[in-house]
């Protein structure tokens, strides 16, 4: 009985490795785990990016500068120009999964080497954090031009990422998925931990998860009602605060709205009703801002312009899209 045990349980185990080995292989998923040691969560209202740290966040490393900002490498040194460009954003323009020198942001500062390039997008922030951090451009002298790319959750008001660790001392993974059954799982602590754990280093788990539970389509419907049934005011609010402050130092603001996956699978007025009210806010604010949201419908394959399984994170193929159109407003 014990050796009919064992070998079912090792026959069971080798099964799960080779097609590991196989989703690794053939990329058929991502990972979206966060190591420890990037992100600090000592102020539970405002986590933010461990100032000269590395370390792997969604399966690649990152080098954070003193500032807390990302950059390219380990003590990357910025042109001091007399001009520069602050990016303002969350998880998306940080860049998640996607190798610095691969964003819009790298692919900028690859271009434009005359420009310095301030990343402050820290994953997990929205409108709450950004307000609170307003006047952060002004730390920085010879700011030309401040980029803030709106992705659809940054209405909301809490955080949207959360620790899940002792102290900090374990993984941390993004918390937007609101269904009440994995609400309710994610209240068990080991479940949290062993999601957690995956997330981090199973290609086979992250891919089983995206086929069976479409994330995108599940994050896209949470956000959707959220913009149904709320009339956006403290987007207004910061919007309208960010486009004075910057006006009355002569400093240009660029708004960029980029869409979630699942939009681009029916781009219906339906599905683009968060676009629409957030165009017509700007409009009102007479704010300078750009909806991608069609160049991404517009294309032929719009699936690959996004992390695997993912609502919003953008693929290198994304983040080209992204920079072929901004680059023309530098």
């Known amino acids: 009985m014990k050796k009919i045990i064992f070998i079912n349980l090792f026959t069971v185990i080798f099964i799960l490795f080779f097609f590991e080995i196989i989703a690794n292989f053939f990329k058929l998923s991502n990972l979206k785990g966060i190591e420890p040691g990037l992100i600090d969560f000592s ?138 059954i994995l609400k309710n799982l994610r209240d068990i602590k080991f479940i949290n931990k062993l999601n957690a754990f995956l997330r981090n280093k199973s290609y086979l788990y992250m891919f089983l998860k995206g086929v069976v539970t479409d994330p995108s389509k599940r994050y896209f419907l949470n956000i959707q009602n959220i913009y149904a049934k709320n009339d956006l005011n403290h987007m207004n609010d910061y919007m309208f605060k960010l486009n004075k402050k910057l006006s009355d130092k002569n400093i240009e603001l660029k708004i960029i709205i980029l869409p979630y996956e699942f939009q681009t699978r029916n781009c219906s007025s339906k599905n683009l009703m968060p676009q629409i009210k957030l165009n017509k806010i700007l409009e009102k604010l007479k704010v300078n801002f750009l909806d991608y949201t069609n160049y991404f419908c517009d294309h032929k394959n719009p699936k690959i312009l996004f992390y695997k399984f993912d609502p919003m994170h953008l693929s290198e193929k994304g983040h080209s899209l992204v920079f072929n159109l901004i680059k023309n407003e530098i």
């Open 43 to 180: 102020n539970s209202k405002m986590h933010k990016m461990i100032p000269n740290s590395s370390g792997i966040h969604f399966g690649k490393e990152v080098f954070i500068d003193k500032n807390g900002f990302r950059i390219p490498q380990k003590n990357y040194k910025y042109n001091n120009s007399n001009k520069s460009i602050f990016i303002i954003g969350d998880s998306t323009t940080f860049g998640n999964g996607v190798s610095e020198e691969n964003t819009f942001i790298g692919k900028m500062r690859k271009k434009f080497r005359k420009w310095d390039f301030y990343n402050t997008a820290v994953p997990g922030y929205n409108i709450k954090h950004f307000n609170k951090n307003i006047n952060q451009v002004e730390d920085f002298k010879n700011v030309k031009k401040v980029f803030y790319f709106i992705t659809l959750n940054d209405v909301y008001g809490g955080a949207s990422i959360v620790d899940l660790s002792e102290k900090g001392k374990n993984k941390i993974s993004v918390n937007n998925e609101r269904t009440t």
